[in-house]
């Protein structure tokens, strides 16, 4: 199981959902907790539907999906072979 640094209930783990980044080696993929928040739950209602997870858990989700969607711009000019 991959745990990534400053987001340790992030795990990843080919046997457990494909390899999804889940919460804590659950069957929870951070994919779900970002759909719930995206579509207007609160973190204490997602907890009321999933017990089992807790407020630390969503916190990281969300850092998570912030880390993955962090823009870069790189410039680049395509190289154009030239004849001699």
Known sequence: MTVLTGLDRITFDTEI??????IRGMRM???V??????NGLSPSEIIADYPYLEPEDIQQALRYAAWLTQER???WQPIIAQTL
Request: charged content about 0%; overall charge neutral.
């Open 33 to 38: 907790i970002v759909n719930l928040i995206a």
């Open 17 to 22: 959902m494909a390899g999804q980044a889940c």
């Open 29 to 31: 993929p951070v994919s």
């Open 73 to 75: 711009v790189i410039s």
